[in-house]
């Protein structure tokens, strides 16, 4: 089984900035990791993913230009550098393992970690 535990999250003001950690565990199979949201009533969304193999990625337009997912092979780590942080933002982001080189698919993500509070406020 693989595990999956982020970090990182918080209350940060419109316009700061935090970087959010997924560290995964266990038998992973190396293909994509992705980041998703969810606000209270709202939900869950895709945010980013990257390839494990040649760092492909892909962003939903929310958060082009202001988010930067990375990863760390050697430490099964993927991490969300967010900017410009947004009100709107304000979500639990979970991050995720696929079996797919990479997908922005919510459906063929295999595990998913417990999520992370981000908070901005205005």
């Known amino acids: 089984q693989v595990q999956l535990v982020e970090s990182g999250g918080g209350l940060v003001q419109a316009g700061g900035s935090l970087r959010l950690s997924c560290a995964a565990s266990g038998r992973t199979v190396s293909y994509a990791m992705g980041w998703f949201r969810q606000a209270p009533g709202k939900e869950r969304e895709f945010v980013a993913t990257i390839s494990w193999i040649g760092g492909i990625t892909y962003y939903a337009d929310s958060v082009k230009g202001r988010f930067t997912i990375s990863r760390d092979n050697a430490k099964n780590t993927v991490y969300l550098q967010m900017n410009s942080l947004k009100p709107e933002d304000t979500a639990v982001y979970s991050c995720?393992?696929?079996?797919?080189?990479?997908?922005?698919?919510?459906?063929?993500?295999?595990?998913w970690g417990q999520g992370t509070q981000v908070t901005v406020s205005s």
């Open positions: 995720a393992v696929s079996d797919r080189t990479v997908t922005m698919v919510k459906g063929e993500y295999r595990y």
